[in-house]
């Protein structure tokens, strides 16, 4: 899982891609827990793009994903929002969520 810039967020929602945007900001100890359960989806599904994005730095999209709180993850489907969930639960949730909604 790569730490995206807000150009290359924005490139991936342009390119019409399917993956998954992760925000979250580094002093919350939540989304420590939720970056170690998104790496273990990302080499368990190396196919799906994943960006991690830092929302202190990018703060344009708490607004145009309408983020509530961190950690967040949005779904995207050629370019379009299809869903987002805050929490996490575990890994095999997460895993059977990225079946549901992007398949």
């Given at each position: 899982?790569?730490?995206?810039?807000?150009?290359e967020?924005?490139?991936?929602?342009?390119?019409?891609?399917?993956?998954?945007?992760?925000?979250?900001?580094?002093?919350?100890?939540?989304?420590q827990?939720a970056?170690?359960?998104?790496?273990?989806?990302?080499?368990?599904?190396?196919?799906?793009?994943?960006?991690?994005?830092?929302?202190?730095?990018?703060?344009?999209?708490?607004?145009?994903?309408?983020?509530?709180?961190?950690?967040?993850?949005?779904?995207?489907?050629?370019?379009?929002?299809?869903d987002?969930?805050?929490?996490?639960?575990?890994?095999?949730?997460?895993?059977?969520?990225?079946?549901?909604?992007?398949?």
């Amino acid at each position: 899982m790569k730490e995206w810039t807000s150009e290359e967020a924005y490139a991936f929602l342009q390119g019409a891609k399917t993956g998954l945007l992760y925000f979250y900001t580094p002093l919350c100890g939540t989304c420590q827990v939720a970056s170690k359960m998104l790496e273990v989806v990302a080499a368990m599904n190396r196919h799906i793009e994943i960006g991690k994005i830092n929302l202190n730095y990018a703060p344009e999209f708490a607004e145009t994903f309408a983020i509530e709180s961190v950690p967040c993850l949005v779904f995207i489907k050629e370019g379009q929002t299809i869903d987002s969930i805050y929490a996490f639960r575990s890994v095999p949730y997460l895993l059977e969520k990225i079946q549901t909604v992007l398949r």
